[in-house]
Antibody, heavy 117, light 111 residues
Framework: QVHLVESGGGLVKPGGSLRLSCAASGFTFSDYYMSWIRRAPGKGLEWVSYISGPGTPIYYADSVKGRFSISRDNAKNSLYLQLNSLRAEDTAVYYC??????????WGQGTLVSVSS | QSELTQPPSVSGAPGQTVTISCTGSSSNIGAGYTVHWYQQLPGTAPKLLIYSVNNRPSGVPDRFSGSKSGTSASLAITGLQAEDEADYYCQSYDTSLSGRVFGGGTKVTVL
């Protein structure tokens, strides 16, 4: 059974950093693209970044390019998102998702990132 | 402003049919990229509802159906039920962004 569990969210000041993690189980992690997707309060879903099974290629939304960095450790079945230079508008619930050719078919429960002074 | 435009809200009485549009352009849906739909119930993570335009994952009731024509796609919910109250999102790929894109989301209210 596929299981994704995010962690690492919290309250951080503008300009600060956080590292989110996503622990995966129940499938061959290295075979799949993985994504980070967020939902800000009162707004809709926004795709943030995704990474291929081997680790490249990597893609970022323009809103986070140069500030966020996605990575994965296939030996640990883990996905990461390093968030730097955080802004108030980065406040959101961040979800990790397993990507297939037919959509993001499994999602974690999400971790909340709050950016505020 | 998303590259995929959805109505902010739709509503219907129990048993009725509601349709949610997802209007794109020649850089996404019109370029032939497929469309997926997600349902997000209050307080929960999104769930894949329809994949590749008109396919339902196992466990999704056949009350949900999808279609695509030209630069737009649609999600229909027939026999609307109270448990269908949720936010719905379309997703595709956009060549101008070189990445995936979600629609702005549509809140479905059951009257």
């Amino acid at each position: 059974q596929v299981h994704l569990v995010e962690s690492g969210g919290g309250l951080v000041k503008p300009g600060g950093s956080l590292r989110l993690s996503c622990a995966a189980s129940g499938f061959t992690f290295s075979d799949y693209y993985m994504s980070w997707i967020r939902r800000a309060p009162g707004k809709g879903l926004e795709w943030v970044s995704y990474i291929s099974g081997p680790g490249t290629p990597i893609y970022y939304a323009d809103s986070v390019k140069g500030r966020f960095s996605i990575s994965r450790d296939n030996a640990k079945n883990s996905l990461y998102l390093q968030l730097n230079s955080l802004r108030a508008e980065d406040t959101a619930v961040y979800y990790c998702g397993r990507d297939t050719e037919v959509g993001t078919d499994h999602w974690g429960q999400g971790t909340l990132v709050s950016v505020s002074s | 402003q998303s590259e995929l435009t959805q109505p902010p809200s739709v509503s219907g009485a129990p048993g009725q049919t509601v349709t949610i549009s997802c209007t794109g352009s020649s850089s996404n849906i019109g370029a032939g990229y497929t469309v997926h739909w997600y349902q997000q119930l209050p307080g929960t993570a999104p769930k894949l509802l329809i994949y590749s335009v008109n396919n339902r994952p196992s466990g999704v009731p056949d009350r949900f159906s999808g279609s695509k024509s030209g630069t737009s796609a649609s999600l229909a919910i027939t026999g609307l039920q109270a448990e269908d109250e949720a936010d719905y999102y379309c997703q595709s790929y956009d060549t101008s962004l070189s990445g995936r894109v979600f629609g702005g989301g549509t809140k479905v209210t059951v009257l």
